[in-house]
């Protein structure tokens, strides 16, 4: 006797028998679907005659098994990805304060984690050179002797945040949307320091090295070492940072020194910083080229494989929004018909615009309070309330626009090998009654 399959199963193995048994021809939930929908997610589904055809519900699209967590000292409990190398994910209401606690910034590395630096941190030595007119070795403590030391809230954010959302899955790590911080950084501006070196005119971009070492156990293999366009080194925004709220940088995030590279995918902002490079060309380091940080300058089919020879570089990452105040699977107590609802967007260089959410799967939307930033490259605190008509299963979809009027897509879109630049909309599923 075989044993029936659930929905969720069901739309795992045959998406389309799913949509034709539960949604028919003209897309709404039948009765017998719609009561085993209601009873997989412990509630009623007020709105199931708006749900769009096909979709699975947040609450149900969980992995089997659910999700290992990281148990480490210093760190909350994120969500572990990796362990060689180590990756580790924040959940999105763990991302509520307005400067993201140490203890919960997520986790990237591509190789290992050095040994702690055992002399004097101010003794550590970062060098410029390439195309410079007067090359420097400088130690820390004459990096914030000789330049004007910065505060700022700044933005991380990996570039496969998102990955998860793709369909098909892609290489790398399923992140959700956790891959963000926004912590208090201080340090000088790098450049400040470019300037002192006295950059030749054929300076055009960067290449940066760390103290990690390869996963090898190669000691002339950099784990990675991207760069960038002069351009966006000279920002005032981008650092080599000193401190993180306050406190010397954990290891664990790259101490003594690393670059912030704030709102550009977070490989740039390398850890334990050892030497920068001003080229003449772009930079071929490790994560550079193919389709590493890379993006499909046309629409190619998901699935398929491509080399990125018609790729472009990512730069300024996609605007995104989190409602950050309620869990995912929160359940609220039965009788709750008004939600107070807050949380965080950001729009790699841009700014952003609105934010709007929706308890309806879509058909309406109510438009939220954005604050402004504190300074440029500070994610944006936003508010407000949306009013439920019952208890039952809701999923609050949160989507924010950018200053230039781009909003964030319902899926992911623009499919690529290596999954990065995915910023479909968030869905927070939660129970009333």
């Not at 939600?339 to 260089?349: I, Q, S, V, Y």
């Not at 319902?410 to 009333?432: C, D, E, F, K, S």
Request: proline share 8%; glycine share 12%; aromatic share 6%.
């Amino acid at each position: 006797m075989s044993r029936e399959r659930s929905l969720q199963e069901l739309y795992a193995q045959d998406p389309e028998r799913a949509d034709a048994l539960a949604f028919g021809r003209r897309g709404a939930l039948k009765g017998p679907a719609l009561a085993a929908m209601g009873a997989a997610l412990g509630a009623t589904i007020p709105f199931a005659g708006r749900m769009p055809e096909g979709l699975l519900p947040a609450a149900l699209a969980q992995p089997a098994g659910g999700t290992p967590t990281l148990r480490m000292d210093g760190k909350a409990p994120l969500i572990l990805l990796g362990e060689r190398p180590l990756v580790a994910e924040t959940p999105e209401s763990m991302l509520d304060d307005d400067v993201t606690p140490t203890d919960k910034f997520f986790i990237r590395n591509n190789g290992g984690i050095p040994e702690r630096f055992a002399g004097d941190p101010k003794t550590w030595r970062v060098k410029i050179e390439g195309e410079v007119n007067t090359p420097l070795d400088l130690t820390l403590g004459e990096l914030e002797s000789r330049f004007e030391t910065v505060t700022l809230r700044l933005q991380m954010e990996c570039g496969g945040n998102g990955r998860a959302a793709f369909t098909p899955e892609t290489r790398g790590n399923q992140w959700g949307n956790g891959a963000i911080s926004n912590g208090e950084w201080t340090g000088v501006r790098l450049r400040d320091v470019i300037r002192a070196a006295s950059p030749k005119d054929s300076a055009r971009f960067t290449g940066h090295y760390g103290a990690d070492p390869h996963l090898s156990g190669d000691p002339s293999r950099p784990s990675i070492s991207r760069g960038m366009p002069i351009a966006k080194a000279m920002e005032d925004t981008t650092l080599v940072a000193l401190r993180l709220n306050g406190e010397p940088i954990p290891l664990l995030h790259g101490y003594p020194v690393r670059l912030i590279t704030p709102g550009w995918p977070g490989s740039l902002s390398q850890k334990w910083l050892t030497r920068i490079v001003l080229r003449a060309t772009p930079h071929d380091g490790p994560g550079m080229g193919g389709t590493s940080y890379r993006v499909p300058v046309k629409p190619i089919v998901p699935g398929s494989s491509n080399n990125g020879a018609d790729f472009v570089d990512i730069a300024s990452m996609p605007v995104r929004g989190l409602l950050t105040n309620l869990a995912h699977g929160s359940r609220l107590p039965a009788g709750t018909r008004r939600l107070d609802l807050r949380g965080h967007a950001w729009a790699g260089d841009l700014t952003v615009r609105a934010v709007h959410v929706s308890a309806d799967f879509g058909a309406s939307w109510t438009e939220m309070r954005v604050n402004d930033a504190p300074n440029r490259h500070a994610w944006q605190r936003w508010q407000g309330s949306l009013e439920l008509p019952s208890d039952g299963y809701f999923e609050i979809w949160t989507r924010a626009t950018d200053s230039q009027g781009r909003m964030q897509p319902h899926a992911a879109a623009n499919w690529n090998p290596q999954g990065y630049a995915a910023n479909a909309m968030a869905r927070t599923a939660i129970l009333v009654g």
